[in-house]
């Protein structure tokens, strides 16, 4: 017991210490590339001239672990891109780095929450497994919590990875996309794009408050014949 305990606190010390070295790394990288400013990414973007897209894709990648706004992204690429090609980068490359910080969180968090909440992983983890892209796609497409927030925590419960995936892309297409057209009108203010691109902001914004209140009403109505069910069974017995 005792060699199997020093065994996992050896591994334990070993991935907290590969953490921090990737953290300060990522830090160090965001510091002196200024990537924490967008108009500076703009500028190492296009400097680039065709390989652009290309440096545009690994910021997005890259995006997810530093946790900066993916609406800003978003917006950056209908910009430099519009509408349509802004969109595709985007979501190619959030979708990567989403799936870099799903393995994250399973590698250096999985088994701290596991010692966390003891046997009451196991229950979500049934859950996830039946529901896994249900729960992502709402996820995404509700902004209860941030883009990347949501990575790291399917990351640490037992979505399998393709529901994951799967759910991740459809549950960004939709908010990519208004944000993308939205970075495109501003070439022109005074199109008709860019009202346009407004209104679906504004719907963006209302849309997942009313998927919101009409899941959670389907989920009560569920958990209520369920309490109901169990109710007429303790009766019968």
Excluded at 193 to 208: A, N
Excluded at 221 to 229: D, P, T, Y
Aim: proline content about 3%; overall charge positive; hydrophobic content about 45%.
């Amino acid at each position: 017991m005792q060699d199997q305990s020093m065994v996992d606190g050896k591994k334990s010390i070993k991935k907290l210490i590969t953490l921090s070295i990737f953290l300060l790394l990522i830090i160090a990288l965001v510091v002196y590339l200024r990537l924490y400013d967008i108009k500076n990414v703009e500028k190492i973007v296009e400097s680039y001239g065709k390989f652009a897209p290309f440096i545009f894709l690994i910021l997005c990648i890259i995006r997810p672990i530093i946790l900066l706004p993916i609406g800003l992204f978003s917006v950056l690429g209908g910009i430099l891109f519009g509408t349509v090609k802004g969109t595709a980068y985007t979501v190619a490359g959030s979708t990567i780095g989403s799936i870099i910080a799903y393995y994250m969180a399973r590698y250096w968090g999985r088994e701290w929450v596991e010692g966390l909440l003891k046997g009451k992983l196991k229950k979500l983890d049934n859950k996830c497994k039946e529901k896994g892209f249900t729960i992502t796609f709402l996820m995404r497409v509700i902004p209860i919590l941030p883009c990347d927030v949501v990575s790291y925590i399917c990351g640490l419960s037992d979505i399998g990875i393709f529901k994951y995936i799967a759910g991740t892309i459809l549950g960004i297409i939709p908010g990519t996309f208004i944000y993308s057209n939205f970075g495109s009108s501003l070439h022109n203010i005074y199109s008709w794009q860019f009202v346009f691109s407004i209104i679906f902001l504004i719907l963006l914004s209302v849309i997942p408050i009313v998927i919101k209140k009409f899941y959670n009403k389907d989920l009560t109505e569920e958990v209520g014949i369920e309490f109901e069910n169990k109710k007429q069974q303790e009766k019968d017995m």
